[in-house]
């Protein structure tokens, strides 16, 4: 298998840990707490970076499909909504479910498509 195909692998296990302790995230609002523990909230996007530079660089080894380059995007989009969503917490403002819900429909929609990248 070439490095690119490990480079994948381990970029989707890293988005695995980032779902999971986003997910989690999400539970703390549903109960009312706007705040989640900011070690859950940092082990999620430092994952979900380590991820995406992991699949970027991959990206650029084996050369994008089209269906690559949109999931990689999808990914950038998602780290730029996270970003915004950090701003909120560094403004002690509660988040905004809109803002909650585009950065985990990115975030799925670029690891899905990373998934289906690695299955081809």
Same mark, same amino acid.
């Given at each position: 298998?070439? !490095?690119?195909?490990?480079?994948? =692998?381990? &970029?989707?296990?890293?988005?695995? #840990? &980032?779902? #999971?302790?986003? /997910? ?6 549903? +109960? ?6 900011? !070690?859950?909230? $940092? *082990?999620?996007? +430092?994952?979900? *970076? !380590?991820?995406?530079?992991? =699949?970027?660089? /991959? @990206?650029?080894?084996?050369?994008? @499909?089209?269906?690559? %380059?949109? %999931? #990689? +995007?999808?990914? $950038?989009? &998602? ?10 917490? $560094?403004?002690?403002?509660? *988040?905004?479910?809109?803002? *909650?819900?585009?950065? /985990?429909?990115?975030?799925? =929609?670029?690891? +899905?498509?990373?998934? $289906?990248?690695?299955?081809?």
């Amino acid at each position: 298998m070439p !490095a690119s195909y490990w480079m994948f =692998a381990t &970029a989707v296990g890293l988005l695995v #840990i &980032a779902l #999971i302790c986003g /997910a989690a995230m999400v539970g703390f609002l549903f +109960v009312g707490n706007t705040r989640p523990p900011l !070690a859950l909230g $940092l *082990v999620h996007g +430092v994952s979900a *970076v !380590a991820a995406v530079t992991l =699949a970027l660089s /991959a @990206t650029l080894m084996k050369g994008a @499909t089209r269906s690559l %380059a949109a %999931a #990689i +995007v999808a990914l $950038l989009l &998602a780290v730029a909504a996270g970003l915004r969503l950090l701003t909120f917490h $560094l403004r002690n403002r509660p *988040v905004s479910p809109s803002a *909650v819900g585009t950065h /985990a429909l990115l975030a799925l =929609a670029g690891f +899905v498509g990373l998934v $289906l990248a690695l299955l081809q």
